[in-house]
């Protein structure tokens, strides 16, 4: 199908991520409470110095906090599946 871009020139609105992200965000906690800078010195020796640059392994790992946050991961890796999580209801 042959398409036609119709040009938009409105000025573009500055947006800030700090003023998108709820004060109670579970990352902003995250970021508050726990001091993660052991995490790049202990995944150091599982990246290279070549190539592409990597996902943060700080950035990672708050991911997977949040993961088993939701999905309520058990100590043996099964998982209970997604949660409605209370701040959320």
Same mark, same amino acid.
């Not at 990352?27 to 052991?38: A, K, M, N, T």
């Not at 088993?68 to 959320?88: A, I, K, T, Y």
């Given at each position: 199908m042959l398409g036609h871009k119709v040009q938009d020139f409105r /000025? #573009?609105?500055?947006? &800030? #991520?700090?003023?998108?992200?709820?004060? +109670?965000? !579970?990352?902003? =906690?995250?970021?508050?409470?726990?001091? #993660? &800078? !052991?995490v790049r010195e202990l995944a150091v020796e599982f990246y290279s110095n070549i190539g592409r640059p990597s996902v943060d392994p700080v950035v990672f790992f708050k991911l997977q906090l949040g993961a &088993?946050?939701?999905?309520? #991961?058990?100590?043996? +890796?099964?998982?209970? +599946? /997604? =949660? =409605?999580?209370?701040?959320?209801r």
């Open positions: /000025p #573009l609105t500055a947006v &800030s #991520l700090e003023d998108l992200v709820p004060e +109670g965000n !579970f990352y902003r =906690q995250v970021e508050r409470s726990i001091d #993660l &800078s !052991f &088993s946050r939701v999905h309520r #991961l058990r100590p043996d +890796g099964s998982c209970s +599946g /997604p =949660q =409605q999580l209370e701040h959320d």
